[in-house]
């Protein structure tokens, strides 16, 4: 009696602990993280995000400087605004790409491919979910970067003339496009997963109604299901945006580690926020006034937020997504 | 058009004098094909032989009929025993279930469903009423347009149609304020009278109504059964139904199915009178208590 009360006890102590465990997680990297930051943008200021120029100032300069209060190796300055747009660029493109494609699979999944079939494609959408981003990243390496240099930027270029931004030098198949597509793969899956799950909830009656009425498979999708399931799949969009955004060792292996320039074309080496703190980190430990990693930390800072918006609206949108498909079946 | 051509059956004999009265203003007004004689009706649909399998389960075994055009046809039997996928089989709906496949022949206007390419175009020919309402996550109008855009009739046109159709299945003037609100705020009855306006939109020539009245109350059931009749005037209507009753109100014709075979298929009257077959007389004995 006393051994099972006790265990009882135990497990809720356990389980309450690991109920607001994530919680604490949370508070606790964002207040480290933050602290780390501050001083960074003491000595920066809003420049920091508007700035174009990363340099961690000399290291072995004896002098350093002081601005704010805050000491600086000399000629330090902090501008990410090439980052942010790497970032943002890159993940565009992985969207402008990956949607289309995941939606196309999830519609695919759910109406087109038999069951049988279904039963064995569905569980490998998991299964690339699954697989370590640097793998994806050797990929992008070994098989994308030549063809977007040799093959696919050549052809695109062409274009150039009409759309200024494809034009230009297309350089080693190292930058913005092929960070963009090796970032669609990526994501592909997850947004695949999860539409063809709300798909496969969309009341089927409705779309019967839409088929018997002399609609295609396709009408049907786009007029009945999609509206039916559309918020929750937005949700799913954004989810995989979010997985985008924060990216960083496939992203940092293709995407030729640009720094202090904005990309002039869609071939330009670029650099994402995540894959700079990865690349800089080491070169930032040598400074001694130790500003360089409150500069990296304060752009974790940037990077955490921009993220936990994008997936709070995303959780947010699919939960309402499912409710509607519940109430309007 | 005179007077000469029409065929006059027996059954006008038995006419009630309001009948009368409506029969002579339908002449009148030109429509003489409502009076053909009964004789002269012909089959819009021909079953021959028809077996229907999910898989290896055979749920339909040799079902031979022949529905007759502009009258309600009605299907009754147990659950379970494929009155559904009989009906699902006429529109081709039971097709696009994976493993379905069918052996022997239907007709339907003249085409054999097995040879139909064009699924969609031959689906407007036959609309379909689902056991339960089921309107489109869009606005009532854009319920009752939608196919019509996709088909390509101008937004005027639409408009017309919409309008006439909700006239036609009593909804206009309850709901003419309200085009553009949610059709999920209508009741049942309202909501199944959309989708019979959302189906008969795009011009069917044959209604298959698969237990329509079934999620309803008796006031909505009366009042899809009214309109029925009326449609029936100038369609061809086969309705599923568990209510007997109801088969008895509406139905000209009446076919008894158990365990995938048609038992028995009769004038409504003379099923429910004196059915020939033990087991229509054991249903009908049961169902009616
Ligand atoms: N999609 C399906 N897959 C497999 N079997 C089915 C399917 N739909 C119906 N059936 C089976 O076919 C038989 C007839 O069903 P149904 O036509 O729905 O009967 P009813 O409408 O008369 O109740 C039942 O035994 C049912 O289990
Ligand atoms: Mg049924």
Redesign the pocket.
């Known amino acids: 009696m006393g051994i099972a009360r006790l265990r009882s006890k135990i497990f809720q102590v356990a389980a309450g602990i690991a109920a607001v465990s994530p919680l604490f997680v949370l508070l606790f990297v964002a207040v480290v993280l933050l602290k780390d930051a501050l001083p960074a943008f003491r000595y920066q200021g809003f420049s920091f995000y508007t700035g174009l120029t990363w340099n961690m100032g000399n290291a072995y300069a004896n002098n350093v400087v002081v601005h704010n209060g805050v000491q600086a190796a000399p000629g330090a300055t902090f501008g990410i605004l090439p980052f942010i747009v790497g970032t943002l660029a890159s993940s565009l493109i992985a969207i402008v790409i990956g949607v289309p494609i995941s939606l196309l699979s999830a519609f695919a999944l759910v109406y087109k491919v038999p069951p049988r079939l279904a039963k064995w494609i569905s569980p490998m959408v998991e299964l690339l979910a699954g697989i370590p981003s640097v793998v994806y990243g050797l990929w992008g390496v070994i098989v994308l970067a030549p063809v977007i240099a040799n093959q696919v930027g050549p052809w695109l270029a062409k274009l150039g003339s009409v759309i200024p931004f494809l034009g230009g030098s297309i350089g080693s198949g190292f930058g913005l496009l092929t960070s963009g597509i090796v970032l669609a793969v990526m994501i592909i899956p997850i947004i695949t997963a999860t539409s063809r799950d709300l798909l496969a909830q969309v009341p089927k009656l409705p779309i019967e109604g839409a088929r018997a009425l002399g609609m295609t498979s396709y009408e049907s999708m786009r007029h009945v299901a999609l509206p039916l399931a559309k918020r929750g799949i937005i949700g799913a969009i954004i989810l995989g945006w979010s997985r985008a955004l924060g990216e960083t060792m496939a992203v940092l292996m293709v995407s030729g580690n640009a720094s202090n320039y904005l990309p002039t074309n869609l071939y330009s080496p670029i650099s994402t926020m995540a894959s700079t703190i990865a690349a800089l980190l080491d070169s930032a430990m040598n400074d001694a006034t130790s500003l360089s990693i409150h500069a990296l930390a304060l752009i974790a800072v940037t990077l955490l937020v921009i993220t936990m918006l994008t997936n709070l609206l995303a959780r947010l949108l699919v939960q309402v997504g499912r409710r509607d498909i519940g109430t309007e079946g | 058009m005179t007077s000469d051509m029409v065929a006059v059956d027996q059954d006008l004999v038995e006419l009630t004098p309001a009948e009368l009265k409506e029969l002579e203003a339908v002449l009148t007004g030109g429509r003489i094909d409502v009076v053909t004689a009964e004789a002269t009706k012909s089959s819009v649909i021909q079953v021959k032989g028809l077996s229907a399998y ?2 290896h ?1 055979q ?2 075994n040799n079902l031979n009929l022949d529905i007759k055009e502009r009258e309600i046809t009605a ?1 009754i ?12 089989t006429l529109n081709r709906m ?1 097709h696009s ?1 994976p ?2 496949r069918h052996e022997g022949e239907v007709s339907v206007m003249g085409q054999d469903i097995a040879s139909v390419k064009d699924v969609e175009s031959f689906r407007r020919k036959v609309g379909m009423l689902f056991q339960r309402p089921n309107p489109f996550p869009m606005s009532i109008l854009d319920n009752l347009t939608l196919a019509l855009r996709l088909f390509g009739v101008s937004k005027k046109e639409r408009l017309e149609i919409a309008k006439a159709k909700l006239d036609e299945v009593g909804l206009y003037e309850d709901l003419k304020d309200r085009l553009h609100h949610s059709p999920f705020a209508l009741s049942g009855g309202q909501q199944q009278r959309l989708c019979l306006a959302r189906a008969l939109a795009v011009e069917p020539r044959i209604l298959l109504l ?2 329509p009245a079934s999620a309803l109350d008796p006031k909505s059931t009366r009042m899809l059964e009214d309109l029925f009749m009326r449609l029936a005037e100038h369609m061809t209507i086969v309705i ?1 139904t568990h209510n007997l009753a109801q088969a008895r109100r509406i139905a000209k014709r009446t076919a008894f ?1 158990e365990a ?1 075979e048609i038992v028995e298929f009769e004038s409504t009257h003379a099923l429910f009178t004196k059915p020939n077959d033990p087991r229509t007389r054991v249903y009908v004995e049961e169902q009616i208590g």
């Open positions: 999910f898989g389960k749920v339909l299907l039997g147990p659950s379970g025993c494929g009155k559904t996928t009989f009906l699902r039971s279930v493993g379905f698969d237990e599923v199915m995938g």
